[in-house]
T-cell receptor
């Protein structure tokens, strides 16, 4: 079993739709959860960073973490064509500062149609 | 622009040649990471530096790969005797390094094509 599982899609939605993106992870030691957005042939750009279970909102984006189910989600409200990109979930353990590499999912390719 | 920069953005080389990539992190960031991303996959960790010290290497980093960060600022990643399987996007990221806010900011990547 891979450490992080993410459905690669592709996912196509009409403009204005609510988008739900999800990842599952296998190790309960993971403590930090991130969502990155990556446009074609560009580097990943951080969207959301969460530590605890629950919801975190930033504009049209909501990140949700359920540590008991090892499940993380990103919701995009009122989706726009400019949201068309690949969305990567990333997780990290914390060894008191000795390690910090991210473990990424495969990414879900999202297309928002006008 | 004060983000992470990488050079070159694209590199095409023939199998067996050596290549070197450069990463300039955000200036106050003391941690620097290298990742590799192949088509349809998420980035995979290769190695990271705390200042000039290389603290961890992934098993993906074969003997043909070497990374340096000589003065704790920019870093270089060299691949010797390139193989077609090395074709990928090589991403650099930097962070402040504090455990609770160790947010990694990525550069635009160097796309390597090995013919």
């Amino acid at each position: 079993q891979k450490e992080v599982e993410q459905d690669p899609g592709p996912l196509s939605v009409p403009e204005g739709a609510i988008v739900s993106l999800n990842c599952t992870y296998s190790n309960s030691a993971f403590q930090y959860f991130m969502w990155y957005r990556q446009y074609s042939r560009k580097g990943p750009e951080l969207l959301m960073y969460t530590y605890s279970s629950g919801n975190k909102e930033d504009g049209r984006f909501t990140a949700q973490v359920d540590k008991s189910s090892k499940y993380i989600s990103l919701f995009i409200r009122d989706s726009q064509p400019s949201d068309s990109a690949t969305y990567l979930c990333a997780i990290r353990m914390n060894y008191g500062g000795s390690q910090g590499n991210l473990i990424f999912g495969k990414g879900t390719k999202l297309s928002v149609k006008p | 622009d004060t983000g992470v920069s990488q050079d070159p953005r694209h590199k095409i080389t023939k199998r067996g040649q050596n290549v070197t990539f450069r990463c300039d992190p955000i200036s106050e960031h003391n941690r620097l990471y290298w990742y590799r991303q192949t088509l349809g996959q998420g980035p995979e960790f290769l190695t990271y530096f705390q200042n000039e010290a290389q603290l961890e290497k992934s098993r993906l980093l074969s003997d043909r790969f070497s990374a340096e960060r000589p003065k704790g600022s920019f870093s270089t990643l060299e691949i010797q005797r390139t193989e077609q399987g090395d074709s990928a996007m090589y991403l650099c990221a930097s962070s402040l390094g504090f455990p609770s806010t160790d947010t990694q900011y990525f550069g635009p990547g160097t796309r390597l094509t090995v013919l």
